[in-house]
């Protein structure tokens, strides 16, 4: 049975939660602020339980802060350079939300909206819903949007967002769980061990965006095309960013091999000390992996837990960073007649 708990309000409306479960012990929290993922309890290897997912625990901390944990980003998640991009031969201007530059859909983008909520007994599901009108932060069309949470008694947390819109647009809709297989709070990632699926990846620039070259991963460090701890290079790599936007570790865009048509291998992570692991297929060309660079101790997390720099990770497929920008990219326009359907698995287990 899906649990119903109450999260605050915003704007006068009720923010409502819910919990899925499966009959492993595995538990995901959700709310409907920001269509977002708040907890995600998983055993280790001897059967102790944690969350390993970062957030708050109170609405006003995810209201007051722009980390993004656990939320739907969009309309387009991800950077897009000045906020600028040209559709149809129309000039398109939206938010400029970080410095110059557009990010994650805009300073109320789909993870400030406080999402319509409904559920699937049956399949253990939450869906969320909103509308977002045409113009909004700036991108042509109406666009309504579904965010769709599923856990199974195969401990797979399933995620898919899908979108229409009534005239041309883009749409990049991203899920931006932070995740610390350790347990939340529980210090850094570095030596947990990564293996991305991709032979390439897209350089960015001072400012975070990407240039539009596409490089091969080999003998950089990027390459974690074998696997590896996640700190094993991290000190080695340039900051990326130059002034406010300094972090430190890793905010690129990996090109996903196999890319397609239907899901394909993403990203592979375990956690020697616990044993806890996961796997991430998708149907998106692209993951973003972050590690948390701009994290510190002054952001305090569930459980009144300080987190520190790189305490946790995150894995957001998409389309790569500043497509409208770039023709050679896999496209992210969106017609009258399609479907955006973006879907992500997350598998669990222990190693």
């Known amino acids: 049975m899906i649990e119903r708990f109450g999260f605050g309000e915003i704007d006068g409306e009720p923010v409502e939660g819910f919990t899925l479960r499966n009959s492993n012990g595995y538990a995901a929290k959700l709310i409907s602020f920001g269509a977002r993922l ?35 980003c969009g309309r387009y998640g991800n950077r897009i350079k000045d906020g600028q991009f ?7 201007q939206v938010d400029r939300n970080e410095g110059s530059n557009h990010l994650h859909g805009g300073s109320n983008g789909f993870d400030r909206k406080n999402w319509t909520a409904s559920v699937d007994e049956v399949r253990n ?18 666009v309504s949007m579904t965010a769709t949470y599923r856990l199974t008694d195969d401990n797979v947390l399933e995620i898919r967002m899908r979108g229409t819109t009534d005239q041309t647009t883009i749409l990049n809709a991203v899920n931006h769980a932070y995740w610390n297989l350790a347990g939340q709070g529980s210090g850094d990632v570095r030596d947990q061990v990564l293996q991305l699926h991709s ?13 539009g070259e596409v490089l091969s991963v080999a003998g950089t460090a990027f390459d974690f095309r074998s696997a590896h701890p996640i700190g094993r290079d991290i000190d080695s790599l340039q900051d990326v960013g130059t002034g406010s936007l300094v972090g430190g570790g890793y905010d690129h865009n990996w090109c996903l091999n196999g890319a397609g048509v239907g899901l394909h291998a993403c990203a592979r992570v375990v956690d020697p000390a616990s044993g806890r692991g996961l796997e991430l297929s998708t149907t998106e060309p692209g993951v973003q992996f972050y590690t948390g660079g701009y994290l510190d101790e002054t952001v305090i997390g569930k459980k009144a837990k300080p987190y520190c720099r790189f305490a946790g990770y995150t894995f957001e497929t998409q389309k790569f960073p500043n497509t409208p920008n770039f023709a050679h990219f ?4 969106l017609q009258p007649d399609e479907v955006y359907d973006h879907r992500m698995e997350y598998r669990f287990f222990n190693a």
């Open 86 to 92: 040209v559709l149809n031969g129309t000039p398109y």
């Open 199 to 211: 032979d390439f990846y897209t350089p960015i620039d001072a400012e975070l965006i990407t240039t």
């Open 125 to 142: 599901t939450v869906v969320f819903s909103m509308v977002s009108h045409d113009g909004e932060q700036g991108f042509p069309g109406m």
């Open 38 to 72: 708040t907890e995600f309890h998983m055993p280790d290897r001897d059967g102790n339980l944690a969350d390993i997912v970062l957030g708050f625990d109170d609405l006003d901390s995810y209201i007051a802060t722009n980390t993004y944990f656990g939320a739907t």
């Open 330 to 333: 896999p496209t992210c326009v």
